[in-house]
Structures are given as structure tokens and as C-alpha cells.
């Protein structure tokens, strides 16, 4: 029997609970994380939605951002969603928030508009597994704009990539943690036990 | 690809996004500028703080669309995307509509400001923009959340810098969450008699033990400790009003309130977070108003 891998949800700001239940339901022992004690206790990490520029904020001012680098470079599987995208992307159009920069993508905020233009739509993943369409959750949404050579695209619509890897890393712009499909925290599971 | 836009799931969604996190009432650019550098996740964009509103009566109204695309030009511009909220009078659907072409993310229908309806509140639903409702109880939580709420938030006492209405209501949501969790089901209807809301939702409640939105805190809170008090009883954020822009010292005290609902739960971290702030907005005991000078009965 393969033990269940501890995944770490990043709880500093943003929807928590919803990814914690979540990666229960695909497979791994899911907990809380804010202190450095608790990242070196998990064997992967979840950054949720949220807002990125208080994330980001708050993962300076309590000495996180340097340690969690180290982590990500030594090989720990990390998966954002939304704000935690933004805070692994390389390059934010315009912003110099403080984030992790991580990835070789290029994001832009709030692509979509105001909320008003949040939106959901099904969007083929065969990458995933399954025949079914994904529901993809967006509120408020980034675009990946630009890719790097080391970049895979999972999924996308007509106007960019949605949710992409490179490496031990997984990025999506949308929040599969709001539907009651498990297909990307599974995936998610399988790159922690594979690591 | 058939997109919706605007469903329940989206509008509940961006409430969820805030959880954990610091919604700062502002009335300019530079206010707006200022809660965005400490950390909030959302401004509430306003013509006077409640502070104020309490202090120089009239009929408090929505603020000039001028002020709030003041606001959220200013976010913009300077790179912060958090979202900008604005504030209708309860029952006042035309100001919601107008807070909906503005672009604003989220209604707040609030008794802050002087009811322009004293039997309904706007039908929510009907709206693309998603709303916040006030509640002092788990039967108020629910009738708002039955037309449409997508984010309930217990009132406090607004503009008074004292948290203990925050805390009252707070534990008479929570308090009745667990009531309704140890009934049986053939009592649920006579409780959704007694707390005049909607059955589904209360059958829902005690399925689950949580209102199907979430659950923020506002009015009273002035501190850091506040602000943690009001997580421990159980809010998933919180909204501060006058407490950051009414104290001595706006930026250390905004960015602590932000760190103290991050570390709600570490009385070590509390501490050096609370450390050295300035004087917090002064006070008033709640005691010391008379019973037309409050805002929390304004909702039916």
C-alpha cells in the first residue's frame, strides 16, 4: 500500500479550507501551513486563491519567502491556484510584487475585468484523465501570456494555457477546488508521491 | 465553449477568495493606497466612515460615483488589483444597480446608511454584482442569504470602535448554528418558524454546521486583539471600519490588524504585532447610546 503523502495548504490569506477538503478527497493527508516548522513537515504545497499582493506581503514579513524558495528549489512539488499562480510566476505585466517567481511564465492580473466578468466554462483536459470536460471556476482571473521552453500546457482555452507544469511545479489560473471534480489535486497528489 | 458569467458559484467564489483576510474601509485615493501597502484584501469605498456618518447624522446615502471611481482608478494605476466594495442603503436596488455599472465588486447592503426601504431588502439575486448583508442572528444570516447574499457579515455596532456587539452577534450566529446541529429533523421546521427563515436553508445549516456563505465580522473592531477575538469566535474574516483610519496612526495599525487575522491563534505572535500602535480610535460604550442612535436593528 503507497502511504498517503502530507500536502501542506498554504494559511496565510485566501480559500483554505476548500483545498484542504479537497486534497482529502483526492487522496493525501492535507494540513494547514504558516510556520516554518509546519513547511518542513510536508512533502508537497498547495498556495490557494486569494489576494496575491497580501500573500505575498505576509510571506515576507514572517521570514517564509526565503525558506519556501529553498524548498521549491530542492525539488518540493508546489501547485497554485489563481493568487498562488501569480505569486510563482516569473514575470507579473507591471507589477513588482513580492512573490516567489519561480516558474518561467508571464501572468496578467485581473485579465478577464471586474468581477462582474468572473465566469465558469468546461474546457477539455485529457491530460487529466477522463473523458469528461473540466469545470473551470475563474473569478477575477489571471492569463498566462507567455510560456517558457521548459513549460507544459495541461489544459487551455482559445485565448492561453489555464493550467500548466514545469517540473515539480503545477500553476492553474482557475479553481478546480470550488467544483466537486478532483482530477487536479489528484494530479497534484501523483507528482508529490512520485517525487 | 459556452461561458456563464456571474453564477452563484463565481460570486460566492470571490467571497471565499477573502477569507482570511482584512477588508479596510477608505474615503480617497490615498486612503485606498495606504490599506493596499499594509495588506488588505478589499477596500470598501466610502463617502465618511461610519465614525463620522454616526457623528454628523442626516441621511447617510451612497458615495459619489466620483469617489468610488476615484478609488478604484487609484488601485489600478498603482498595481494593486484587490477588489473594491461600496455600499447601497438597505432596500435601495437603484443605488445597486448604479455600484454595479461602476464596476464595483462587491455591494455591501448595509445599515450604515439610513434605509431607503423598512420592510424589504433588494432581491440580490437578480444582480450580476455579488452583495454582502449585515446579521445579527442566524434567522437574519439565512433571510439574507435567501435573497441572495452571497457573503453575510454580523453587524457589530458600526463607528463605535467597541467590539462588543461584534462579539454578541457573532455568538448568536455560531451559537445558533450549533442549536439547530443537535435538533432532530422533525424539529427543524418549528426552529425555521422561530427564526423566520427560510426552511431549506436551515435544514441545510444543520447538515452542515455552516452557513452556505461566508461567514465575516464588522463593526467595533479597533485592535489587533479585536480583530483575533472575532477569528477565534469563529469569523472567516473581517471588515474594519473607522478603527485604522479614526487611531493616531493609520499604517502600522492597518498592517497589524492584516498580521493579527493571519496569526489569529498565536497569542506569542499577537503580542509583538500589537506592540507600540499609537492610540486606537477612542470608544464609545454602547451603553451610553440611546436605542434610535443604533444602526444594528436596521434590517428586517
Known sequence: MVTQPRIGVLALQGDVPEHLHALGEAGAQAVAVKTLAGLAAVDGLVIPGGESTTIGMLLERYGLMAPLRERIAAGMPLYGTCAGLILMAREVEGSEQPRLGCMDITVRRNAYGRQVDSFEVDVPAPELGGTNPLRAVFIRAPQITAIGPEVRILAEMPNGPILVRQGSLLGGTFHPEMTEDRRVHAYFRRMVQEQ | ?300
Open chain 2, 1 to 300: 465553449m459556452d461561458t456563464e458569467k456571474s453564477t452563484w458559484r463565481t460570486k460566492v467564489g470571490l467571497a471565499e477568495m477573502l477569507k482570511g483576510g482584512v477588508i479596510m474601509d477608505v474615503t480617497n485615493a490615498e486612503q485606498a493606497l495606504i490599506a493596499a501597502e499594509a495588506g488588505a484584501v478589499a477596500v470598501m469605498a466610502l463617502e465618511r466612515v461610519p465614525a463620522d456618518i454616526r457623528a454628523q447624522g442626516g441621511v447617510a446615502r451612497m458615495a459619489d460615483p466620483r469617489k468610488i471611481r476615484e478609488i478604484i482608478n487609484a488601485l489600478r494605476e498603482s498595481r494593486f488589483e484587490i477588489p473594491v466594495m461600496a455600499k447601497a442603503r438597505i432596500g435601495h436596488f437603484v443605488e445597486a444597480q448604479i455600484l454595479e455599472a461602476l464596476g464595483v465588486d462587491f455591494v455591501d447592503e448595509s445599515e450604515v446608511l439610513t434605509p431607503a426601504d423598512e420592510e424589504h431588502h433588494i432581491s440580490k439575486h437578480a444582480f450580476r454584482v455579488p452583495f454582502v448583508c449585515g446579521c445579527r442572528d442566524l434567522g437574519e444570516a439565512l433571510r439574507r442569504i435567501g435573497e441572495g447574499a452571497a457573503m453575510i457579515r454580523t453587524k457589530g455596532e458600526a463607528g463605535t470602535g467597541n467590539v462588543v456587539e461584534a462579539v454578541r452577534h457573532m455568538r448568536a450566529v455560531t451559537g445558533g448554528i450549533r442549536r439547530l446541529q443537535s435538533m432532530r429533523e422533525d424539529e427543524l421546521m418549528a426552529e425555521a418558524k422561530r427564526l423566520q427563515a427560510p426552511y431549506h436553508l436551515v435544514v441545510e445549516v444543520a447538515r452542515t454546521g455552516k452557513l452556505p456563505v461566508p461567514n465575516f465580522s464588522a463593526g467595533g473592531i479597533a485592535t489587533p486583539a479585536d480583530a483575533a477575538l472575532m477569528m477565534q469566535l469563529g469569523a472567516e474574516a473581517v471588515f474594519v471600519g473607522s478603527g485604522i483610519f479614526k487611531s493616531a496612526d493609520p499604517r502600522p495599525r492597518a498592517r497589524a490588524i492584516v498580521d493579527a487575522v493571519a496569526y489569529y491563534e498565536d497569542p506569542k505572535k499577537l503580542a509583538e504585532i500589537s506592540e507600540g500602535l499609537g492610540e486606537p480610535m477612542s470608544g464609545i460604550d454602547i451603553r451610553q447610546l440611546e436605542e434610535k442612535q443604533l444602526l444594528a436593528p436596521r434590517g428586517w
